[in-house]
């Protein structure tokens, strides 16, 4: 396990990852949310993806993709996404191309929130064209439906980097905004229509976006 955080001693660990280190980098929770909410190796990863952000050609491609699955399952539990998560999908896509679709999809698609995230992702056009037609080609051999569906949403983002209005209509919000006055807002069911699961939807919407800015993310 790592136990060494200096910069020189991370940047070792990052050089000679090869996945079999993966345990060291796990998302660790301990059960709990808002300000006590923790993850003991959160504080490694994000050095991790501080290093990769500034060093984007020397970290291997292997540490990118566990970063980023395991960035994923701390967003479920963290009710947002970490600031670095769609500077590390650019990075696994103009590198990895599409040799790490699949992990990209998976990533993407975690959770609301690594979906948004995703819509900031920075590669070219031509980049963005060579992906689409990678996932085409997955596509008409991969039968796992999980799978198909989480190809087929990173194929509607590879249509809108080419076109380039992937991030149209998304807002990031910085840790620590208040909010205030949220409600939920849904128009009566129709007669004979049960409206029970909608407004069960938006009301969970809302209530998560109150419990997620109870908390300063780093």
Not at 25 to 39: L, S, Y
Not at 45 to 74: H, K, N
Not at 98 to 118: Q, S, V
Not at 168 to 185: A, D, F, K
Request: contains cysteine.
């Amino acid at each position: 396990m790592f136990d060494d955080n200096t910069s020189e001693s991370i940047h070792e660990f990052a050089l000679h990852y090869d996945g079999q280190q993966r345990a060291s980098i796990r998302f660790a929770w301990n059960g709990k949310h808002a300000e006590e909410f923790h993850d003991e190796h959160q504080e490694l990863r994000w050095s991790l993806a501080r290093l990769a952000l500034a060093e984007p050609d020397s970290v291997p491609l292997v540490l990118l993709r566990d970063l980023l699955l395991e960035d994923s399952a701390w967003s479920h539990k963290a009710w947002c996404a970490p600031h670095h998560f769609a500077g590390l999908l650019s990075i696994l896509l103009h590198r990895g191309g599409r040799e790490y679709l699949f992990d990209f999809a998976a990533a993407m698609n975690a959770t609301f929130d690594t979906f948004g995230a995703a819509h900031e992702v920075v590669i070219s056009a031509e980049e963005a064209h060579d992906l689409l037609l990678g996932a085409e080609a997955y596509l008409r051999v991969e039968t796992d439906p999980r799978r198909r569906t989480e190809l087929e949403s990173a194929q509607e983002l590879f249509r809108k980097l080419i076109d380039g209005n992937a991030a149209e209509g998304w807002v990031q919000i910085p840790p620590g905004t208040p909010v205030r006055n949220v409600r939920v807002v849904a128009s009566a069911p129709r007669s004979g229509q049960a409206g029970g699961p909608a407004k069960d939807a938006l009301r969970s919407l809302s209530n998560r976006l109150k419990r997620l800015f109870l908390r300063q993310v780093r």
